[in-house]
């Protein structure tokens, strides 16, 4: 048990923080704990909050005790899923963190095709006891980001044209209110909660449970990339363009450029990524989609074939390990034309060290088909969705990575869609404007202005603050 008082002896906090510790099926994690810093830390590296306390939740009624105790010390309140957020959301400095990692659980309704997940279960836990069955729910491009917040903001990644975003496979879900309520919200019950979690980020409660609709997905899948270097990368673009014109919903393309990994063996210099995912058993008739790409513009080299749909979609963790610092934005945009592709190439010749990279997502499909009006994402209308993000361990890189990423997106703000991805924005210093107004501008007037409805009815003291916050629209 830890020593450190939290203020005056006798003090409501220390006296309200050893109350909820002795009360907790988890455990209450304070400065002068062998494992503070350890529990106090998040993905991104950068972020180095030391909060007061750690509620390590072991069972889901340890979120209502957390949030208790953070009305009765106003202290002010993080909330930790998977602990993969970008911005650093999953701490703060002198307040409480809620980290609810431990609470994973998966069950899957193979029958049904539903399965569903307790706030700290990652994509690869629910990958791996999907994949048993034959199916899948679309996640992101990496395995070990959080499903809960992943969901929240968005979940863009392998299967986003075949089956939408994470998001959109919501079938419902329990969340704790600021007040303590207990909700499930769907489409037929609660609808407008189920509105503002589709989108909305963390900000109308702690989500306890969600419930997916699964897609059946072969056991062995149809993923590939083929690879350009310099001097081919105007004319793999321009093919690209053309090629992805009326693809198949089936086909998921990801752009990626960056400097591969030196096992890769293809040297220190940035190559362009053509990485594919065929959401079909039929991998003839997707090798021969393929095939119209390749013949158009041949790869430098190239590796495609079946693989078990856990180990494409965990391929780039090691990319992105625990602790790096990170820096990200995005925009969505709708021409691939000789200006943009020009800018485009211009910009990825500015990669001079891994860890830097530009993903560029070919949508449409099923995710273009959502109505704007159905959830909370900012923008279903644009065809690709740029993220320029800077990853490297060592600080002496943060200035120059921040800058690449800041002079991408302001050299493709030109042909920018209204709209940003909340959940890949930060961190918050880092936005070029207040973080309140990057939130509004990236949801758009009448989305943020119906999420803030959504707020002054859930959370009308802003308790859930500490993130991209939409703050409630009543004074």
């Keep these: ?23 907790l099926a988890g455990g209450l994690i304070e400065p002068g704990d062998p494992d503070y810093d350890r529990a ?10 030391r909060p007061q306390a750690v509620v390590r939740a072991g069972d889901l009624h340890d979120i209502d005790l957390a949030l208790a105790a953070a009305h009765r010390t106003r202290l002010p309140l993080a909330v930790r899923g998977g602990g993969h957020g970008v911005a650093g959301h999953g701490t703060v400095e002198g307040g409480l963190v809620l980290d609810l990692g431990r609470l994973r659980g998966v069950v899957v309704d193979p029958a049904n095709q539903l399965v569903s997940v307790e706030p ?24 070990s980001a959080g499903v809960v917040g992943l969901t929240l903001c968005g979940g863009m990644g392998w299967l986003t044209r075949s089956n939408g975003l994470t998001l959109d496979n919501l079938d419902s879900a329990d969340v704790v209110t600021a007040s303590g309520d207990h909700l499930h919200a769907s489409e037929e019950e609660n609808a407008g909660l189920f509105w503002g979690l589709r989108g909305g980020g963390g900000n109308l409660g702690v989500v306890s449970s969600f419930t997916f609709r699964a897609r059946r997905l072969p056991s062995a899948v149809l993923v590939g990339s083929l690879y350009y270097r310099r001097a081919h990368w105007r004319g793999a673009l321009t093919a690209f363009a053309a090629w992805s014109r009326g693809l198949p919903d089936e086909m998921n393309p990801v752009l990626t450029f960056a400097i591969p990994p030196p096992g ?38 190239e590796e495609m074939g079946s693989t078990p749909w856990p180990a494409w979609q965990g391929a780039r963790d090691g990319l992105f390990p625990k602790g790096s610092h990170g820096h990200w934005r995005n925009l969505p945009f709708s021409r691939l ?21 530009i993903d560029v997502h070919h949508l449409e499909g099923a995710f273009g088909r959502v109505p704007e009006e159905a959830t909370a994402f900012p923008n279903r209308s644009a ?11 060592d ?9 690449f990423v800041r002079s991408v997106r302001d050299a493709m703000e030109q042909f920018a869609e209204p709209g940003e991805y909340v959940g890949l924005m ?21 989305k943020h202005q119906r999420l803030a409805a959504l707020k002054d009815r859930y959370d009308p003291g802003n308790l859930f603050r500490h993130n991209l916050n939409v703050r409630p629209g009543r004074p």
């Design 1 to 23: 048990m830890s020593t450190t008082d939290h203020g005056a002896p006798g003090s409501g906090t220390t006296r309200a923080l050893q109350e909820l510790r002795d009360r």
């Design 40 to 49: 106090r830390r998040v993905w991104n590296g950068l972020i180095d909050a």
């Design 120 to 143: 700290g279960t990652t994509v690869a836990a629910l990958d791996r006891a999907t994949a048993r069955h034959g199916l899948a729910v679309p996640g992101g491009l990496v395995g």
């Design 264 to 301: 890769a063996g293809m040297g220190d210099e940035p190559v362009l990524t053509v990485g594919l995912s065929w959401a079909s058993e039929d991998h003839a008739a997707g090798l021969d989609v393929v095939d119209g790409l390749r013949e158009e513009v041949p790869p430098d080299a």
């Design 337 to 357: 034309d000789d200006e943009v592709v020009d800018v485009l190439v211009g910009l990825a010749s500015g990669i001079t060290c891994r860890g830097a990279g």
């Design 383 to 393: 065809r690709y969705w740029l993220t320029v993000y800077g990853v490297r361990h």
């Design 395 to 403: 600080p002496a890189d943060d200035e120059r990575l921040a800058g």
């Design 426 to 446: 930060g961190p918050d210093d880092e936005l070029g404007v207040d973080p309140a107004e990057a939130v509004r501008l990236a949801y758009g007037r009448e």
